[in-house]
């Protein structure tokens, strides 16, 4: 024992720790799939897959050809391309997530013991991190990556700072707001402690006449000016990404309620939602994936419990900022990082993309896990070994939780099961769930499913996509366009619902409808499946000529793709050019099959 006593005190034993507990509560989601967002981020987003494209993620947004959405998060997209280099397979990317979610405490442990000097308030702060249930969401959840990065590479960035490293912690900071926009929030922690714990002279005195104020507005700005620069390099590169969608949010209704309603409602239940954070963080009960609308009804008064508490915690925050007695302590730092973090995702001043999600919580929770242990620590002065023993209780009954809630991300059926258990009163969770269902050939229950959803939000666009699927398979195929058209009203450049309204005018022999359809689609992802069937409409219909003119402008006369060579083959065909066909058939031609075999196939196409 004696021999481990010196391990247990180095600088090594932390982040090993740290490791070890975190692969414990979070290693039983390593074998989980893509699920939810995940599709959205990784699975739709051919570019990930090559190395060739890392360094062009820097100038694209975050969801592939949507740069309507605002959202713009190049080094979390490079994360998952370095991913997809070692493997394909889910388990990397989790397995990615739970080193940076222990990077993340070991780096919580190394500011708060660099800034206090309180080795024992680094372990508590740090383990408490660890084990919050909230964050099963970041950890366990693949797209969670950008929320993990965004804070990693936050913490270091302050970590440098407060050893006086300002040029690499302006570099650092600049790589949390390439992982994710609320990285905005660190330049206030940065800018807190400048001015309240870095800017201390502790040889000025008033008798020399040089005060601490004029010590610190002298030295205060010089230290910001090492941050500029990194702020205008990610706004060149935000705006080469986006262009015209700067400062977009397309969020829906649906997404986020708060977006569409007035301040006074807004505020009023941002102030709610904060105390659903706060009850979600210390009693981890009814944990969910959506919160979106209909789930939490807009509040329109001020006397209600849960309002009341958001606004006295954030008054209490803002107390222990300024109060003599918590200035320039951890009191007043723990206040700060959440306050900072926290407003960017609060929609109290401005609408976000979402109006509440438990991965958004990673950061603020660091603050509060930093206010809960200095409380902690307080109140258990003379009963130590107590107050750890009830420490310790809460962290194994957090990580039984953490544990159980992993499962729930294991699939998508899972997951969505789950939410709508969790979730009973959103639109969106019923959605995700009928709609996959239906795709798992499960079309009554999956109805059922898309019919109660419409109920509560008949303008959701998925939803009435998969309505669309259903009507189709029913073969009422005028309720299917009804469905699709309605969504494409809504918003024109819809690719699924576009993509769907295409096919099925494909498929009942409606060329023109379909080449139509599927032109539009082109014209705002112009990529090789929607060039595909409009060429093939269009030779089906009689104008191969235009067909030929359409793939050969967009991707030459020997396009890399070979459906498109097919298409160029089959636009041949029917123009009675054999030669020509032939020459783009012979990438598409099985050896096996004759070409009597394959040209009555053409035929039949």
């Given at each position: ?84 280099i ?11 997530n739970?080193?940076?979610?222990a ?16 080795r024992?308030?680094?372990y ?33 960035s ?37 001015w ?42 935000r ?117 509440m999600a ?61 939410m ?8 969106h969770v ?84 379909s ?63 054999k030669?020509?066909a ?24």
């Amino acid at each position: 024992m004696s021999n481990f006593l010196p391990f247990l005190k180095s600088k090594w034993f932390p982040p090993i720790f740290f490791l070890a507990l975190s692969f414990l509560i979070f290693g039983n989601g390593l074998n989980g799939q893509f699920v939810y967002d995940d599709s959205w981020v990784i699975v739709r987003n051919p570019t990930l897959t090559s190395v060739s494209n890392i360094f062009s993620q820097l100038i694209s947004p975050y969801h592939y050809l949507q740069p309507e959405t605002g959202l713009y998060r190049p080094l979390t997209l490079i994360s998952f391309s370095i991913n997809f280099i070692f493997s394909s397979s889910p388990w990397i990317f989790h397995f990615t997530n739970i080193l940076l979610h222990a990077l993340a405490v070991w780096l919580v442990f190394l500011l708060t013991l660099e800034i206090f000097k309180s080795r024992r308030l680094a372990y508590l702060t740090s383990v408490l991190f660890l084990f919050l249930p909230i964050h099963v969401e970041d950890v366990t959840s693949i797209i969670g990556r950008a929320d993990l990065l965004a804070f990693v590479f936050s913490l270091l960035s302050v970590w440098l700072v407060v050893k006086r490293k300002y040029t690499l912690g302006s570099l650092v900071w600049l790589l949390a707001l390439l992982s994710k926009e609320s990285a905005v929030g660190t330049a206030i922690i940065i800018v807190f402690y400048l001015w309240s714990f870095a800017s201390q002279c502790r040889n000025c005195s008033s008798v020399e006449g040089k005060s601490q104020f004029s010590h610190t507005v002298t030295h205060f700005p010089k230290k910001i000016l090492y941050f500029i620069p990194a702020g205008i390099v990610y706004l060149i590169f935000r705006w080469l990404a986006l262009k015209e969608n700067f400062l977009a949010n397309d969020a829906s209704y649906i997404y986020n309620p708060l977006k569409f309603v007035g301040f006074w409602t807004r505020s009023l239940t941002g102030l709610k939602v904060l105390t659903m954070y706060l009850s979600k963080m210390l009693v981890p009960r009814n944990l969910s994936a959506d919160y979106s609308f209909n789930q939490i009804p807009l509040v329109h008064s001020f006397w209600r419990f849960d309002v009341v508490v958001g606004l006295a915690l954030i008054l209490v925050l803002i107390l222990l900022l300024f109060w003599r007695k918590t200035r320039n302590t951890p009191w007043s730092f723990g206040a700060i990082t959440f306050l900072a973090s926290y407003f960017i995702i609060s929609n109290l001043f401005f609408p976000i993309g979402t109006v509440m999600a438990e991965r958004a919580f990673y950061f603020p929770s660091f603050g509060l896990a930093l206010l809960l242990s200095l409380c902690l620590d307080f109140l258990t002065r003379g009963v130590r070994k107590l107050g750890l023993t009830l420490f310790l209780v809460v962290c194994l009954v957090y990580g039984v939780i953490i544990f159980n809630r992993n499962k729930v991300w294991a699939d998508a059926e899972t997951l969505y099961r789950d939410m709508v258990l969790k979730a009973p009163q959103s639109a969106h969770v019923k959605t995700n769930l009928g709609n996959f269902l239906i795709k798992n050939n499960n079309w009554q229950e999956g109805k059922d499913w898309l019919e109660k959803a419409y109920i509560i939000a008949p303008e959701h666009l998925p939803l009435l996509d998969g309505l669309g699927l259903v009507a189709e398979h029913d073969k009422r195929y005028q309720d299917a366009e009804k469905f699709y058209k309605k969504a494409i009203s809504i918003r024109p450049h819809y690719a699924t619902a576009l993509s769907n309204l295409g096919r099925m005018y494909f498929q009942l022999g409606q060329y023109e409808k379909s080449a139509e359809i599927y032109w539009q689609e082109f014209t705002y992802k112009p990529e090789a499946g929607p060039m595909l069937v409009y060429a093939m409409s269009k030779s089906k219909s009689g104008q191969q000529n235009e067909a030929i003119s359409a793939i050969t402008k967009y991707f030459g006369e020997n396009p890399k793709d070979i459906r498109l060579r097919f298409a160029l083959g089959y636009a041949y065909f029917k123009k009675g050019d054999k030669t020509k066909a032939d020459y783009y058939f012979k990438d598409s031609k099985n050896p096996a099959v004759s070409d009597e075999d394959f040209l009555k196939s053409i035929e039949k196409f």
